[in-house]
Structure formats: C-alpha cells, structure tokens
T-cell receptor
Framework: DQQVKQNSPSLSVQEGRISILNCDYT??????FLWYKKYPAEGPTFLIS?????DKNEDGRFTVFLNKSAKHLSLHIVPSQPGDSAVYFC????????FGTGTSLTVIP | DAEITQSPRHKITETGRQVTLACHQT?????MFWYRQDLGHGLRLIHY???????NKGEVSDGYSVSRSNTEDLPLTLESAASSQTSVYFC???????????FGPGTRLLVL
C-alpha cells in the first residue's frame, strides 16, 4: 500500500527549460516532505524539503510546492541542466519516512 | 569529514545462507535506518533504530534483523537469504526524527 506515489517513472526535458516532478500522498498526517536525488551506484542525497505549515520552499534553481488539500507536492527545477539528470525520490514523514518510487529525469543538452 | 559507509558494496550469496551487511556512521546520529530499493517500489524501510539498544520493524522487515550495540553501527542480518531478497540495500542516519536522512552508497546483494 504505497502512501507516497510518483506516477511518472521518467521525464525528459531540454536543457534550460523547466523540469516539474510530481508526487502524491495519501496520509494527511504527514508533516514534513523531502526530495532526494540519486545518481547511479550512489546513495540518495538530500535536495530540498518543506514543512506542512508552508506551501513553498525555494533553494536556488529548486523550488518545492505543497498543496495539502490535494495531497500533492511538486519539485520545479529552473533552468534544468544536464547534471540534473538523475532519479528523484519524494519522501514524506511523520514518524517514519515513506518514499515514492522515483522519477528518472533526463535533461537533454 | 563525517560520513556513512556500507560494506560490502557487492555481495553474491546462496539461498539459505546467513548474510550480514555492515553500516557505519561517524555523524554521531541517534537514528539509523535500513532500506531496500527495488524497481517499481522505490525505497522501502526494513528496520530502524532511534538509539543504542533500540530497534524497530519497518514496512518490509520479514527475514531481516538488526541490532544496535553502539551509536555508530547498525548491521543488517538476513537470517536465511532468499532470492526475493536480491536488491540494493541502503543504510541512512539522521540526527532526529524530522531531520534529513544521510544515505550510504548502498550494497548490491544477489541471492542465487
């Protein structure tokens, strides 16, 4: 029973354009959300997070949006760069971390 | 620099054998976690610990055990390896419940 879902397994974007990665969750008790980035043969690394009391958090080219009523969060990358090509996992937590299945982003030069 | 390491990085074993995967962190974090990553499932929590002598079952704990005798280490043991346990295993640590988790590089396990 997947509590955090990423319905797009893959996404391709031209360099310089916006990448939008989406994530849906089912548990309204989640109070903290994170995005992780993973390169092949490496562990996931933390990218950006947002508390449930906010609806937006920005860090350089990365912005996370949270829509609690829709139980939806998204990660925007602007502008996208080839080095952003990786698998992105969203995660939600209350007492435990629950991860989505990941979206593989390819940024085409 | 503080870090989290896993060993071995790759392991091949046979069905029925006991296997232990090591995880060591020098962050001095109280919380440590074990996940497995499988295609179509993302990262799933196996076991976690909030401190020495504390262990808890996660979403997919059957067939696995952990023990926490010190702050730095949380070894994961597969009591009797099964082919369904072929996966990539990640260890992580965090300072507190809500904190960012820092992941190790992963162990790729193949059970034949």
């Amino acid at each position: 029973d997947q509590q955090v879902k990423q319905n797009s397994p893959s996404l391709s974007v031209q360099e310089g354009r916006i990448s939008i990665l989406n994530c849906d969750y089912t548990n309204s008790m989640f109070d903290y959300f994170l995005w992780y980035k993973k390169y092949p043969a490496e562990g996931p690394t933390f990218l950006i997070s947002i508390s449930s009391i906010k609806d937006k958090n920005e860090d350089g080219r990365f912005t996370v949006f949270l829509n609690k009523s829709a139980k939806h969060l998204s990660l925007h990358i602007v502008p996208s760069q080839p080095g952003d090509s990786a698998v992105y996992f969203c995660a939600a937590t209350r007492n435990q971390f629950y991860f989505g299945t990941g979206t593989s982003l390819t940024v085409i030069p | 620099d503080a870090e989290i390491t896993q060993s071995p990085r790759h392991k091949i074993t046979e069905t029925g054998r006991q296997v232990t995967l090591a995880c060591h962190q020098t962050w001095n974090h109280n919380n440590m976690f074990w996940y497995r990553q499988d295609l179509g499932h993302g990262l799933r929590l196996i076991h976690y610990s909030y401190g020495v002598q504390d262990t808890n079952k996660g979403e997919v704990s059957d067939g696995y055990s952990v023990s926490r005798s010190n702050t730095e280490d949380l070894p994961l043991t597969l009591e009797s390896a099964a082919s369904s346990q072929t996966s990539v295993y990640f260890c992580a640590s965090s300072e507190s419940d809500m904190d960012t988790q820092y992941f190790g590089p992963g162990t790729r396990l193949l059970v034949l």
